[in-house]
């Protein structure tokens, strides 16, 4: 059995004696502290209100601005214990995309209240995420009124996908700060692609291995029409074009040749969630110049 390290142990120790801590009704209409470690959650508290109760959040956890002002716990992937512990939380909730497996039956071990809600891998998908957040926390009606403007803008997606004119190929490159190296996010059945698709593109078919190493034959082989690359990948390769040409294989492919890469915010593309139908307009026209303007 892995012993549970010195400096958690003491913790234990001092938290159960604490009142503060246990198994208890929480009263969610009053301000509570709250440890939120998944992106698309810190997002939707935010948006329905809640986020004045957020006293932490994953270092992915990054929108909006707010958030970047919170104390962080480490990678959802990778969380430090210790560190949630710390921020005295009266709840922490995840989305079950976490780890290490050991960090939530630590967390219950000194009586913190831990909840589990929904991913936001589709668009319904999140529209159910936020009934579940709006009913736990007493804000329904907030969330009725985020899910009606997530299905107004998506009536706006629709009418402006009518008018494109092709489904050109495209290829999602991200840099991710857990392993420090670049990958193809796209292609993978993930809900980047679902973005490709809602924005009239089709995934570029890569075969490379996956996450954690990028292949410039397979990116070079998959030869996109168009690449987006996220934020801070993008900035990592000094902010322009040229920079991110520089990416193993990018100079070999027809989106480098016609100088088709575009930068986008991660957070848009890897979750669904309140400002979706903007995000995929942004998308539409980015992949069909021909679209500019025609957003309203």
């Known amino acids: 059995m892995r012993k549970i390290p010195v400096l958690l142990t003491a913790l234990i120790i001092i938290l159960s004696g604490c009142s503060r801590f246990g198994k208890k009704e929480l009263d969610v209409k009053k301000d509570i502290r709250i440890v939120c470690v998944s992106k698309h959650l810190t997002e939707m508290m935010f948006a329905l209100g809640k986020g004045h109760d957020i006293v932490a959040c994953d270092l992915t956890s990054t929108f909006p601005d707010s958030a970047k002002l919170l104390p962080t716990v480490g990678y959802h992937r990778a969380l430090n214990p210790e560190g949630i512990i710390s921020m005295k939380p009266d709840l922490v909730i995840h989305s079950n995309d976490i780890g290490p497996a050991s960090v939530i039956p630590q967390l219950e071990k000194v009586g913190l209240t831990v909840k589990t809600f929904g991913a936001a891998n589709s668009f319904d998908s999140a529209k159910l995420v936020l009934l579940e957040l709006g009913k736990f926390f007493g804000a329904e009606a907030k969330a009725d009124s985020l899910i009606n403007k997530m299905d107004n803008d998506m009536l706006l997606v629709k009418q402006m996908r009518a008018q494109a004119k092709d489904s050109p190929t495209v290829m999602i490159i991200h840099y991710g700060q ?77 989106a480098a040749k016609n100088n088709r890469i575009y930068r986008f915010e991660e957070h848009d593309l890897v979750y669904f969630g309140p400002r979706t139908g903007e995000n995929v307009m942004k998308l539409l026209q980015l992949i069909h110049p021909e679209l500019n303007g025609n957003a309203k």
């Not at 292609?187 to 593109?201: E, P, Q, T």
């Not at 991110?244 to 070999?252: D, I, R, S």
């Open 178 to 254: 857990a392993n420090n190296n670049f990958f193809v996010m796209s292609g993978r059945n993930g809900a980047g692609d679902r973005m490709i698709k809602s924005a009239v593109g089709k995934s570029a078919k890569y075969d490379g291995k996956g996450a954690r190493q990028l292949s410039a034959e397979a990116i070079a082989a998959a030869n996109p029409d168009i690449i987006i690359a996220t934020n801070f990948g993008f900035d990592k390769m000094g902010g322009t074009l040229e920079g991110f040409k520089t990416v193993p294989g990018v100079a070999l492919t027809n």
